[in-house]
T-cell receptor, first 114, second 117 residues
Framework: AQKITQTQPGMFVQEKEAVTLDCTYD???????LFWYKQPSSGEMIFLIY??????QNATEGRYSLNFQKARKSANLVISASQLGDSAMYFC???????????FGAGTQVVVTP | EAGVAQSPRYKIIEKRQSVAFWCNPI?????LYWYQQILGQGPKLLIQ????????DSQLPKDRFSAERLKGVDSTLKIQPAKLEDSAVYLC???????????????FGPGTRLLVL
């Protein structure tokens, strides 16, 4: 069975600073995808970034980058130059390529302060 | 490109009443998902459609929840009768395919916040 663990329930970060959100996962599937979503207080889940388990390079999308360490089964999200609009809940999720559901972690609440 | 559309955005009902939610996925997306998200938790998959067929409904409480996607495009999720514990956000998502990889990225709608009194 898959399991996604986000150990940081909440964190504060100052504007313009970088923040790293931790995510570890457990799966026996050899091929899978890792996803990060942002959920502001409005409720919509916004897709941020994708990393395939066989991708050679860490994924980047603008200010978001994924620190993927396959052997350690971790997929940490790095947000550079935080903005006030980055305040939200962030979810790590994983899905095997073969079958199965998209499994979400419990989320990390990020509050960006001026 | 238009995103996933959902309606209504908010709904308040009394227990034992019925309620229905509507979802229109991104154009061209074959796969549609309904999730339930209880406050403070990650989303939980209720049902997954591939075109108009059900792929996974193992976590759908079938005694009170039903969903359909008759023409393989938009979908309706119904709760009848509602219970207090159904208070949650109901999220609809769609993906291009089930082929694995980035094509399976799920894009979510704004959600419907349901409060059962």
């Amino acid at each position: 069975a898959q399991k996604i663990t986000q150990t940081q329930p909440g964190m504060f970060v100052q504007e313009k600073e970088a923040v790293t959100l931790d995510c570890t996962y457990d799966t026996s599937d050899p091929s899978y995808g890792l996803f990060w979503y942002k959920q502001p207080s409005s409720g919509e889940m916004i897709f941020l970034i994708y990393q395939g388990s066989y991708d050679q390079q860490n994924a980047t999308e603008g200010r978001y980058s994924l620190n993927f360490q396959k052997a350690r089964k971790s997929a940490n999200l790095v947000i550079s130059a935080s903005q006030l609009g980055d305040s939200a809940m962030y979810f790590c999720a994983m899905k095997p390529d073969s079958w199965g559901k998209l499994q979400f972690g419990a989320g990390t609440q990020v509050v960006v302060t001026p | 490109e238009a995103g996933v559309a959902q309606s209504p955005r908010y709904k308040i009902i009394e227990k034992r009443q019925s309620v229905a939610f509507w979802c229109n996925p991104i154009s061209g997306h074959a796969t549609l998902y309904w999730y339930q998200q209880i406050l403070g938790q990650g989303p939980k998959l209720l049902i997954q459609f591939q075109n108009n067929g059900v792929v996974d409904d193992s976590q759908l409480p079938k005694d009170r929840f039903s969903a359909e996607r008759l023409k393989g495009v938009d979908s309706t999720l119904k709760i009848q009768p509602a219970k207090l514990e159904d208070s949650a956000v109901y999220l609809c998502a769609s993906s291009f395919s089930l082929a694995g990889g980035k094509q399976e990225t799920q894009y979510f709608g704004p959600g419907t916040r349901l409060l059962v009194l």
